[in-house]
């Protein structure tokens, strides 16, 4: 069984995918699952999802999505690299009016999920969130929060190591690996207990 480090390590940001390979219905809905069981503050449990395998509507969906932002001039995945399934994240409005922690806990065990089964995802928050609504008919109740980008990874993405100061921006080298600035340890676990004031 993978340790649980390594699956928090392998669970990377992918954008493009082998969209040839279907992701079964029955692993996007045990997928959502996961989302039954995480913390919720108050335990209202808001987040509602709308899981998406059809071809069809994946392929009308996914020009409503904006990918890497730091990557200025690439539109995005091609034809043949798109993910080949969607869970959007919806916060329910008549539950609560703050999402950002459940949605937050929510896409990453989902995202660990994904890649426990041998897929890739994306969490992507750059929507066009009007014709999204308009397109899979989601009611003014909802607020749309994210769209989790699911699929077999076509890509290969490192994490480099990096230290204070150093540039956080992804980027893509020439052979078109995928190479994510990480801070480490060091730098994030603080000591204030030798500080006088």
């Not at 919720?40 to 009308?60: E, G, H, M, T, W």
């Not at 034809?79 to 329910?92: K, Q, T």
């Not at 089964?117 to 989601?138: M, T, V, Y």
């Amino acid at each position: 069984m993978m340790q649980f480090r390594d699956l928090v390590v392998r669970s990377r940001s992918i954008r493009r995918f082998d969209e040839s390979v279907a992701v079964k219905d029955g692993v996007l809905r045990g997928l959502v699952e996961l989302a039954c069981y995480v913390p919720s503050p108050k335990n209202l449990q808001p987040l509602k999802f709308i899981a998406l395998s059809d071809p069809d509507r994946s392929r009308a969906l996914f020009p409503l999505l904006s990918w890497a932002g730091y990557l200025a001039d690439w539109p995005g995945p091609e034809a043949g690299e798109r993910p080949s399934a969607c869970i959007v994240m919806l916060g329910d409005t008549s539950i609560a009016s703050e999402f950002s922690i459940d949605s937050g806990i929510a896409a990453e065990v989902i995202m660990l999920g994904a890649a426990a089964e041998g897929l890739g995802g994306c969490i992507i928050a750059s929507i066009d969130r009007p014709a999204l609504r308009s397109l899979l008919h989601i009611p003014d109740r909802y607020q749309i929060l994210q769209v989790l980008a699911l699929g077999k990874p076509l890509e290969t993405v490192v994490i480099d190591q990096i230290g204070e100061g150093d540039p956080v921006s992804y980027y893509r080298d020439l052979n078109g690996v995928h190479h994510v600035p990480k801070r480490m340890l060091a730098d994030i676990l603080l000591d204030f207990s030798d500080d006088p004031s």
